[in-house]
């Protein structure tokens, strides 16, 4: 079954650091990735997607995301975190190879970024 | 240029009643999608429209409907409410053209409508 995971609940980081949200899919074909984020009493907003090409993709507010085929995962990461990325972060997926092309969503990873 | 607008933002309804969801995509674009979010189950898809066609639908019950209107405006019924269907309820539209390319545009989200079964 097509699916997408994220792992961790919860991610804590101090500020400054690098920050990784983890994202693995399981989808028949060959996917189109995206990351959104959820701040609180709003609606998703886009990040970043891959299409194809170069596996690491960059997005906005300094985020990037890598593309790992063999390992079917697609990692959030940013160099330096701040106390505003704090948030729900969804990697979400878009299966070409079933025809449907279906939005399959993660269940959420909450980053919280201490000062 | 407006965003994605979700009429109304909170509901409150009592088990058994029908309730109606509103959503009016950024303009220009023609695919609407609606999604429910719970706090255990994340993003949960329910159906997506397409130039007043339903594309593609998720899994849940036939309580749950959806049309799409000829200037994009999408609505959500959801029939005969359970305790269960509390939830916060997103509308996303996007630039979809039709097939290919199209598929990698991103969504853009409302607010959402929170309902509240009680």
Known sequence: AQSVAQPEDQVNVAEGNPLTVKCTYSVSGNPYLFWYVQYPNRGLQFLLKYITGDNLVKG???????????????????????????????????????????????????????? | KAGVTQTPRYLIK?????????????????????????????????????????????????????????????????STLELGDSALYLCASSLAAGVGSSYNSPLHFGNGTRLTVT
């Not at chain 1, 940013?78 to 269940?107: E, N």
């Open chain 1, 60 to 115: 906005s507010y300094g985020f990037e995301a890598e593309f790992n085929k063999s390992q079917t995962s697609f990692h959030l990461k940013k160099p330096s975190a701040l106390v505003s990325d704090s948030a729900l972060y969804f990697c979400a997926v878009r299966d070409r190879g079933s025809g449907t092309y279906k939005y399959i969503f993660g269940t959420g990873t909450r980053l919280k970024v201490l000062a």
């Open chain 2, 14 to 78: 009592t088990r058994g009643q029908q309730v109606t969801l509103s959503c009016s995509p950024i303009s220009g674009h023609r695919s609407v999608s609606w999604y429910q979010q719970t706090p255990g189950q994340g993003l949960q898809f329910l159906f997506e429209y397409f130039s007043e066609t339903q594309r593609n639908k998720g899994n849940f019950p036939g309580r749950f409907s959806g049309r799409q209107f000829s200037n994009s405006r999408s609505e959500m019924n959801v």
